[in-house]
């Protein structure tokens, strides 16, 4: 049987190795590009890590994803044919340092061999995944095994929300930045900022060193904002400037122009550094490499955001909307055709924090803020999305615990720093928008939980919290 292939393709292999190779991948292998995104912190290097690691241990025999097992079982046996980390070649992108992540994680970093949580990412990273598949029909033996080429790309959370700012102008985006930075939950962190602007007359003529105080209070007043779980912040590259640092186009602010500025002012000079801005982000990363993706992970602190009180959940909740619509996969996005993205998976992250029991309300109140993007979605609703409560790394168990008189569901962690573990009562979370009654107006963190150690050369994969669910909610056509 195997020979038919061969035959077929004898004509081929005569005209030349190169014709060969393409026919033969153009049968055999899919190559997916897989965006895992989200804003800042929401947990794409953990997640890019755990994956990649638990697929390998699945490919090594371990059990380690079982409803992707599940789908790739036939006649009681597997077809799943192996899994690997493809080779760099030539790509022009920084590599994903998953042997650093997985370093770090295993505790072969730090000096008393304790687990950590891999650094912010400053740069662009690419890694390709390669799963390798038996077909389940009679074809298959004809042609041998698939190949499932995952392309995944991870970046810097920050930039992700310059998606909306490229299709703005200037003025436009001015408006709508200070309009926002007028609400009560901003207006004291940028008080400074906004003081500034009362004097700053865009009409007057440029002083390179005002303008430069401006961007840098502007600057402080976002790196304020983040520090209070504030999410809607842009530009990206002023909280996070990737590796070419400080260039002057970042030296900008927003400021209201009251009709064009003349030449030679310094309203001018602010819209042409916006200009520069939103051109070389274009450019260097949404039409770049961002650009091909069909698929989507869309990851959500919602947890985060819910802890850190009314105004920073609503502005992650109105972030995600902002993006689910500029991300939302119609031809024609923003002006630039690009592929539909076939399918997407929002999920709520860091899900250990809260026990069994309350994960089920999470994924309710994921499907409010969702729903909220989503209408605005080109092309529509929710086709080809689905709703997902995960934690990459599960760093807690759950446990009970009384509080205030009552027997409570918590969860049990080790906070980071210290070394013994401690119950946490993540308190109510409510299976929907929160209500009225819900805020108390009080902001506090989630707790970091030190990561479990995972033993990195055993290749026995990482504890999680439905990555499996996700996965095979992305690939499923393909298995
Ligand atoms: N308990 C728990 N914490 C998590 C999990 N995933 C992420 N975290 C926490 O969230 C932090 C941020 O995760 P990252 O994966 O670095 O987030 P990111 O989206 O890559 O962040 P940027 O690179 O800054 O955009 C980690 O350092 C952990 O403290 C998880 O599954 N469980
Ligand atoms: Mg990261």
């Not at 890590?49 to 380690?64: H, I, P, Q």
């Not at 304020?224 to 590259?237: I, S």
């Given at each position: 049987?195997?020979?038919?292939?061969?035959?077929?393709?004898?004509?081929l292999?005569?005209?030349?190795?190169?014709?060969?190779?393409?026919?033969?991948?153009?049968?055999?292998?899919?190559?997916?590009?897989?965006?895992?995104?989200?804003?800042?912190?929401?947990?794409?290097?953990?997640?890019?890590?755990?994956?990649?690691?638990?697929?390998?241990?699945?490919?090594?025999?371990?059990?380690?994803?079982?409803?992707?097992?599940?789908?790739?079982?036939?006649?009681?046996?597997?077809?799943?044919?192996?899994?690997?980390?493809?080779?760099?070649?030539?790509?022009?992108?920084?590599?994903?340092?998953?042997?650093?992540?997985?370093?770090?994680?295993?505790?072969?970093?730090?000096?008393?061999?304790?687990?950590?949580?891999?650094?912010?990412?400053?740069?662009?990273?690419?890694?390709?995944?390669?799963?390798?598949?038996?077909?389940?029909?009679?074809?298959?033996?004809?042609?041998?095994?698939?190949?499932?080429?995952?392309?995944?790309?991870?970046?810097?959370?920050?930039?992700l929300?310059?998606?909306?700012?490229?299709?703005?102008?200037?003025?436009?985006?001015?408006?709508?930045?200070l309009?926002?930075?007028?609400?009560?939950?901003?207006?004291?962190?940028?008080?400074?900022?906004?003081?500034?602007?009362?004097?700053?007359?865009?009409?007057?003529?440029?002083?390179?060193?005002?303008?430069?105080?401006?961007?840098?209070?502007?600057?402080?007043?976002?790196?304020?904002?983040?520090?209070?779980?504030?999410?809607?912040?842009?530009?990206?590259?002023?909280?996070?400037?990737?590796?070419r640092?400080?260039?002057?186009?970042?030296?900008?602010?927003?400021?209201?122009?009251?009709?064009?500025?003349?030449?030679?002012?310094?309203?001018?000079?602010?819209?042409?550094?916006?200009?520069?801005y939103?051109?070389?982000?274009?450019?260097?990363?949404?039409?770049?490499?961002?650009?091909?993706?069909?698929?989507?992970?869309?990851?959500v602190?919602?947890?985060?955001?819910?802890?850190?009180?009314?105004?920073?959940?609503?502005?992650t909740?109105?972030?995600?909307?902002?993006?689910?619509?500029?991300?939302?996969?119609?031809?024609?996005?923003l002006?630039?055709?690009?592929?539909?993205?076939?399918?997407?998976?929002?999920v709520?992250?860091?899900?250990?924090?809260?026990?069994a029991?309350?994960?089920?309300?999470?994924?309710?109140?994921?499907?409010?803020?969702?729903?909220?993007?989503?209408?605005?979605?080109?092309?529509?609703?929710?086709?080809?999305?689905?709703?997902?409560?995960?934690?990459?790394?599960?760093?807690?168990?759950?446990?009970?615990?009384?509080?205030g008189?009552?027997?409570?569901?918590?969860?049990?962690?080790?906070?980071?720093?210290?070394?013994?573990?401690?119950?946490?009562?993540?308190?109510?979370?409510?299976?929907?928008?929160?209500?009225?009654?819900?805020?108390?107006?009080?902001?506090?963190?989630?707790?970091?939980?030190?990561?479990?150690?995972?033993?990195?050369?055993?290749?026995?994969?990482?504890?999680?919290?439905?990555?499996?669910?996700?996965?095979?909610?992305?690939?499923?056509?393909?298995?």
């Amino acid at each position: 049987m195997a020979g038919l292939l061969d035959t077929l393709s004898a004509p081929l292999r005569r005209v030349g190795g190169a014709a060969w190779g393409a026919v033969e991948r153009a049968v055999n292998e899919e190559r997916i590009h897989l965006a895992v995104t989200g804003l800042s912190r929401a947990g794409k290097t953990v997640f890019i890590t755990s994956l990649v690691e638990n697929l390998l241990a699945l490919a090594g025999g371990r059990d380690t994803l079982p409803l992707l097992r599940a789908r790739l079982e036939e006649g009681g046996a597997s077809r799943l044919v192996g899994v690997r980390l493809l080779p760099a070649g030539s790509l022009a992108l920084p590599r994903f340092d998953h042997a650093g992540h997985v370093a770090a994680l295993a505790g072969r970093e730090a000096p008393d061999s304790s687990a950590h949580w891999p650094a912010r990412t400053e740069d662009l990273a690419a890694l390709s995944l390669e799963i390798v598949l038996e077909r389940g029909s009679a074809l298959g033996q004809v042609l041998g095994p698939r190949r499932i080429r995952l392309d995944i790309l991870d970046y810097p959370g920050e930039w992700l929300l310059d998606l909306p700012l490229i299709g703005m102008s200037y003025a436009g985006w001015a408006e709508a930045v200070l309009a926002r930075l007028r609400t009560p939950a901003r207006a004291g962190l940028a008080a400074e900022f906004l003081r500034f602007l009362d004097l700053f007359d865009p009409a007057a003529p440029a002083d390179e060193a005002l303008v430069r105080r401006g961007h840098a209070l502007y600057r402080a007043a976002l790196e304020a904002m983040r520090g209070r779980g504030l999410r809607y912040l842009q530009p990206g590259r002023f909280l996070n400037p990737g590796p070419r640092g400080e260039v002057p186009l970042l030296w900008f602010f927003p400021a209201a122009l009251r009709g064009a500025p003349p030449p030679g002012s310094a309203g001018a000079l602010l819209a042409s550094r916006f200009e520069a801005y939103r051109a070389e982000m274009r450019a260097g990363f949404f039409e770049g490499p961002f650009r091909d993706f069909d698929r989507q992970i869309l990851l959500v602190d919602v947890l985060g955001a819910l802890h850190a009180g009314r105004a920073a959940f609503e502005d992650t909740a109105d972030a995600i909307a902002d993006l689910c619509r500029g991300l939302g996969g119609a031809p024609g996005w923003l002006g630039w055709g690009r592929p539909a993205i076939k399918r997407v998976a929002v999920v709520a992250t860091k899900a250990d924090h809260v026990p069994a029991l309350r994960r089920e309300a999470l994924r309710h109140l994921l499907r409010a803020v969702a729903e909220r993007g989503l209408e605005g979605r080109p092309g529509g609703g929710s086709d080809g999305v689905s709703l997902h409560v995960a934690a990459a790394i599960h760093a807690t168990r759950d446990d009970k615990a009384r509080l205030g008189g009552r027997d409570v569901e918590v969860v049990l962690g080790v906070p980071v720093g210290e070394d013994r573990a401690r119950p946490y009562f993540v308190g109510d979370v409510p299976a929907g928008w929160p209500p009225e009654g819900f805020w108390g107006g009080e902001y506090f963190e989630l707790p970091v939980f030190r990561p479990p150690r995972i033993e990195a050369d055993r290749g026995v994969g990482v504890p999680h919290i439905g990555l499996d669910g996700i996965l095979v909610a992305l690939l499923e056509d393909l298995l």
